[in-house]
């Protein structure tokens, strides 16, 4: 990738940082930048806390810090954040990334961003205590487009993914 985009926490950017500097890649490795727009839901759970800007900076000196323009955490209020601010979360990113000239990215944030990106607005989100959700629910990640189902399924099912690689089409 020639840009990593990752979310403004440190297991993200711990993510990013390590998989950047894989011993296939340069010494040097990409341009991380991190986003305020890639981090996970908040919820009521203080792990969803993002510690300060400065803080974070100390520890990811490299990092591109530009786009945290807030030293507090923004997003957390101690409730579950609801979809509607997810989408418009995801819709800021998508115009970060539409504004970056680098033409392999690699984004690196959680699964419920990812769920975010990859369902429409009127579809449920269905990770953890989610208000939007009934107690009985559809699956995890609706796969019923897929021509695999069932093998997206499995992978999708433990909510684990946390990055992917965007290459533009031919």
Request: aromatic residues 6%.
């Amino acid at each position: 990738a020639e840009l990593v985009l990752a979310g403004a926490a440190v297991r993200s950017l711990e993510t990013a940082w390590l998989a950047s500097r894989a011993p296939a890649q340069s010494s040097m490795g990409p341009r991380i930048v991190a986003l305020e727009e890639l981090r996970s839901r908040a919820s009521a759970h203080v792990h969803t806390r993002r510690v300060s800007r400065s803080e974070l900076a100390a520890r990811f000196p490299a990092v591109d810090f530009r786009h945290v323009r807030s030293e507090t955490d923004p997003i957390f209020t101690g409730e579950t954040e609801g979809r509607a601010a997810l989408d418009r979360r995801v819709a800021a990113f998508l115009k970060v990334l539409a504004a970056e000239p680098a033409r392999i990215v690699a984004v690196v944030t959680h699964f419920t961003i990812f769920l975010t990106l990859f369902q429409s607005a009127d579809e449920t989100l269905v990770v953890g205590r989610n208000p939007e959700r009934p107690a009985s629910g559809p699956p995890l990640f609706d796969c019923s487009r897929s021509a695999e189902p069932e093998r997206l399924r499995r992978f999708f099912e433990p909510g684990e993914i946390r990055s992917l690689v965007i290459v533009p089409a031919p």
